[in-house]
């Protein structure tokens, strides 16, 4: 399903180039349930966004569900992103004017009007999520686990095979992150979406199918 080959990323040049992956190559199967992990600065965020067509390597070769993202021009990652990839971010990145289901409906709007079956879909997204009657709520009156609960529908609304978090548990109290936890892994089996997480909880690690452990941006071990 993700194929990382060879890997590299550095930011910047000369005597102020970082290199946040280096040489760094991965398999992750589909319908796989893999966890990222490392120190801040490993080069998590970095491989994830390489993996979800939000950002391109220095060189190496990526390829999703067969698409090879390392050098196509942008409409071509657009394309990724719109039909592949579902993304939940860390800092949850909901509209703080938008009611909860209006949020679940945004990743539509670049290329459909939101109509009564996808405003449906939504309030369903957030039912299936926990958030059963309360489609009707801005973030500011929700938990920070209630809306990571609606960036998880939000990823979903497309129905995206692919779904990336970026450390999806760094803002919950312990209870809440086993709940989005165990939310995502029963999407991963049920559904059947290729689930991988970047995180450096140990705990969120001891659930994954596949443990990837990243340090000074290289495999350290599976």
Not at 161 to 177: F, K, M, Q, W
Request: hydrophobic share 40%.
């Amino acid at each position: 399903m993700i194929h990382v080959e060879n890997l590299t990323k550095v930011y910047g040049a000369g005597s102020l180039a970082v290199r946040v992956l280096d040489g760094f190559s991965l398999a992750v199967a589909k319908g796989a349930f893999c966890g990222l992990v490392g120190p801040s600065g490993s080069g998590k965020t970095t491989l994830l966004n390489i993996m979800g067509a939000l950002d391109r390597p220095t060189s190496g070769r990526v390829l999703l569900d067969g698409i090879e993202l390392s050098s196509p021009p942008e409409r071509e990652l657009y394309r990724v992103r719109r039909d592949k990839v579902g993304f939940v971010f860390q800092l949850y990145h909901l509209l703080r004017s938008l009611k909860a289901r209006e949020n679940v409906t945004v990743p539509a709007l670049p290329w459909q009007r939101v109509n009564g079956t996808l405003r449906k879909r939504a309030v369903e997204l957030l039912a299936v999520v926990g958030l059963d009657g309360k489609e009707n709520r801005y973030p500011g009156e929700l938990s920070g686990g209630e809306q990571q609960r609606v960036a998880i529908a939000r990823a979903l609304i497309l129905d995206h095979p692919v779904i990336l978090a970026d450390e999806p548990t760094g803002n919950l109290d312990r209870e809440s992150g086993h709940k989005i936890i165990g939310l995502l892994r029963d999407l991963n089996r049920e559904l059947g979406k290729t689930v991988v997480i970047a995180t450096h909880d140990p705990e969120v690690a001891r659930v994954c199918q596949l443990v990837v452990r990243l340090g000074n941006g290289k495999l350290g071990q599976e």
